[in-house]
Nanobody, 120 residues
Framework: QVQLVESGGGLVQAGGSLRLFCTDSGTTSTLNTMAWYRQAAGKRRELVAALRRTGQRTYSDFVKGRFTISRDTGKNTLFLEMNGLRPEDTGVYYC??????????????WGQGTQITVSS
């Protein structure tokens, strides 16, 4: 069973850096596609970055060149290195794992989220 726990959020000034962590404390043994999403107040949740099973990385345009997604498979941990933070990066950041099911579909699992606030 997948259990995702995020950490590393906080308050930072514009231009600063943070590193987010997402640990799967469940019994997942398969290397699945994982991603970071964020949701600002009053807005829809949006994809920030994804790391696929193949190792391919995808970034949304608004974080390209500033954020880096990576994982430590031995520790079942996903990272998001965030540099050059901007006030518009403020929001709750969620870890996501897409687990394939026998039907061929994927089931999404989510962490509880971690708040990031970037002050100007």
């Amino acid at each position: 069973q997948v259990q995702l726990v995020e950490s590393g959020g906080g308050l930072v000034q514009a231009g600063g850096s943070l590193r987010l962590f997402c640990t799967d404390s469940g019994t997942t043994s398969t290397l699945n596609t994982m991603a970071w999403y964020r949701q600002a107040a009053g807005k829809r949740r949006e994809l920030v970055a994804a790391l696929r099973r193949t190792g391919q990385r995808t970034y949304s345009d608004f974080v390209k060149g500033r954020f880096t997604i990576s994982r430590d498979t031995g520790k079942n941990t996903l990272f998001l290195e965030m540099n050059g933070l901007r006030p518009e990066d403020t929001g709750v950041y969620y870890c996501n794992m897409a687990v394939p099911e026998t039907s061929g579909a994927f089931k999404d699992y989510w962490g509880q989220g971690t708040q990031i606030t970037v002050s100007s």
